[in-house]
């Protein structure tokens, strides 16, 4: 089944030490996204890629960077983690840019930060 | 601002009940509309996307929209247990496609 895979489900880092998140996907969308979910909270998007056109949100701190060095993969790297920054972390993609086009998610990593 | 309100709940409807789940947004120009499910500790589950006015059913769940008024509703009909879960609505404003979720709305249905 296409699908979208986050590795690794759950991930503990202490504070300030680099982490790298993945994501990959079988469903060949143009489109990857990654969001940032806290408790009880809406999903906020970091940033974005079509194809390999990089698209960060204004908001988003320089601690998060994301590469996506093919179609299938996407990394997302929180340079030097902060307590604020333990929370679920999601991939989504969408096969292009239409309006219409639907979300599709992964099951998400969630980062402890000590 | 472009924005997307939700009670954020908890809303608790008998097993068997219709469950109504409600959500307004704040871009008049919004074009697509989308509600996910989310159980606890989980990813988002897509349910139903919806774009034009009027009502759209898929299985036992309706979703509703009304343009005018800027509101988009989902409808759960026979209510389960299993259907306990938090309830995201998002919205796409138009041009590319980035969503706008709300905060959600938690489910609880009740044996």
């Known amino acids: 089944d296409a699908m979208v895979i986050q590795n690794p489900r759950y991930q503990v880092t202490q504070f300030g030490k680099p982490v790298t998140l993945s994501c990959s996907q079988t469903l060949n969308h143009n489109v990857m996204y990654w969001y940032q979910q806290k408790s009880s909270q809406a999903p906020k998007l970091l940033f974005h890629y079509y194809d390999k056109d990089f698209n960060n949100e204004a908001d988003t701190p320089d601690n998060f960077q994301s590469r996506r060095p093919n179609t299938s993969f996407c990394f997302l790297d929180i340079r030097s983690p902060g307590l604020g920054d333990a929370a679920m972390y999601l991939c989504?993609?969408?096969?292009?840019?239409?309006?219409?086009?639907?979300?599709?998610f992964g099951p998400g990593t969630r980062l402890t930060v000590l | 601002q472009k924005e997307v309100e939700q009670n954020s709940g908890p809303l608790s409807v008998p097993e068997g009940a219709i469950a109504s789940l409600n959500c307004t947004y704040s871009?008049?120009?919004?074009?697509?509309f989308f509600w996910y499910r989310q159980y606890s500790g989980k990813s988002p589950e897509l349910i139903m996307s919806?774009?034009?006015?009027g009502d759209k059913e898929d299985g036992r769940f309706t979703a509703q929209l009304n343009k005018a008024s800027q509101y988009v509703s989902l409808l759960i009909r026979d209510s389960q247990p299993s259907d306990s879960a938090t309830y995201l609505c998002?919205?796409?404003?138009?041009?590319?496609?980035?969503?706008?979720f709300g905060s959600g709305t938690k489910l609880n249905v009740k044996p």
């Open positions: 998002a919205v796409n404003p138009g041009g590319f496609n980035k969503f706008y």
């Open positions: 989504a993609t969408s096969r292009g840019t239409s309006s219409y086009n639907e979300q599709f």
């Open positions: 871009d008049r120009g919004s074009q697509s």
């Open positions: 919806i774009y034009s006015n």
